[in-house]
């Protein structure tokens, strides 16, 4: 009688202990990150764009139809954006809101904020395309963000608050498929190789801004597989509805791309003078996962070539809109319009970079 009591006040000791290891493993993991920063284009804009002129917005249904609430909240896809999923993870919050909603406390803007606009690039021909917010202007409000965050927390406070944050970057896809590949000003000039070398330099002065603010953890996104988004093989193959194969002539421009970027990381890593010391830039690869969605199907998508808005073979931002049919099931769907991913494709991807986020942040 003695030893079975004995044995069950051993288990439930056991188990207090390993539910208190597990409360300090997520303690910590919260405690590495202070705050999520994030810039770039659609695929990261939680609704900066529903406050400025532009005809670039999702705020209007059936975008965030398996949101809380059926809300459209400016999000490009039909719930959650991969930087939400990576927020809720870090321990931070569930959504991370965009910078310029007036409504927001100052909590939500001590844990982080999107500072990203949905058409924008790295390209400074970009944004002005569709009149959204340029790269360096997400960066000036940045800055102006840093200023309020020092009258609130004081400069050492927020000194050590950069440090300890996690800023995100995932722009690039518009400067080919908006710009360079859809007008011929950039043609004219650039070849696809020196285009890529143009943006880059553009994306390593970004880089060396933010640092100079005082970012140390920085994930940057590559370019997905283009010739597979459905608005690119709709407006390039020979018979839009026969033909709904990738066309790898355009993919191949984001794997050399890719391969330049990872790269120029590496080397802004080894050359110091650059980037000051204790600056971590971990490089997301968005190409292989999605190919392996849409030209494997490893990750059980039934529809790979066609968005679940509308015909899902054009319609995207305004063509999407409250008239459209909408199919049944988006998580059947690797893409939610023409360009953007749905929801459970945005998990997937967020699931897929995880360890490399696990590595960055926990240095």
Not at 242 to 250: H, Q
């Amino acid at each position: 009688m003695q030893s079975s009591t004995s044995h069950s006040f051993l288990s439930h000791l056991f188990l207090l202990f390993l539910l208190c290891f597990v409360a300090a493993i997520e303690a910590s993991k919260e405690q590495l990150v202070s705050a999520m920063y994030v810039f770039g284009d659609s695929t990261v804009d939680p609704g900066n764009n529903n406050f400025i002129k532009t005809a670039f917005r999702s705020d209007f249904p059936p975008y965030g139809r398996d949101f809380v609430n059926q809300l459209p909240t400016g999000r490009f896809t039909n719930g959650k954006l991969g930087t939400d999923f990576v927020a809720s993870y870090l321990g931070l919050k569930e959504l991370l809101p965009p910078y310029l909603d007036p409504n927001l406390s100052d909590k939500e803007l001590v844990t982080g904020v999107s500072f990203a606009s949905a058409g924008s690039g790295f390209d400074p021909l970009t944004p002005t395309l569709g009149n959204v917010i340029p790269m360096p202007k997400q960066l000036e409000y940045f800055k102006v963000y840093k200023k309020m965050l020092e009258g609130m927390l004081g400069k050492r406070r927020t000194e050590h608050h950069m440090n300890n944050a996690f800023f995100f970057i995932s722009a690039g896809t518009n400067d080919y498929v908006i710009n360079y590949f859809s007008l011929p000003i950039r043609r004219n000039s650039y070849t696809p190789l020196t285009y890529g070398h143009f943006l880059l330099q553009h994306v390593k002065d970004f880089i060396q801004n933010l640092c100079k603010e005082g970012a140390r953890k920085i994930a940057l996104v590559g370019l997905p597989p283009m010739g597979c988004l459905p608005i690119m093989i709709t407006l390039n193959s020979h018979n839009m509805f026969l033909e709904r194969g990738c066309l790898d002539k355009f993919s191949a421009v984001a794997r050399d791309y890719n391969m330049m970027l990872q790269h120029e990381l590496f080397l802004m890593q080894l050359n110091l003078s650059n980037i000051p010391p204790g600056v971590k830039i971990s490089y997301l690869d968005i190409y292989g996962p999605l190919d392996d969605m849409i030209q494997r199907q490893n990750f059980g998508f039934d529809e790979v070539d066609q968005g679940c808005c509308g015909t899902g073979y054009i319609e995207a931002t305004f063509l999407c809109n409250e008239f459209s049919f909408v199919c049944s099931d988006p998580s059947k769907f690797v893409f939610w319009d023409s360009i953007h991913p749905t929801e459970k494709a945005y998990y997937d991807l967020f699931m897929v970079a995880r360890p490399k986020i696990d590595a960055l942040i926990n240095g």
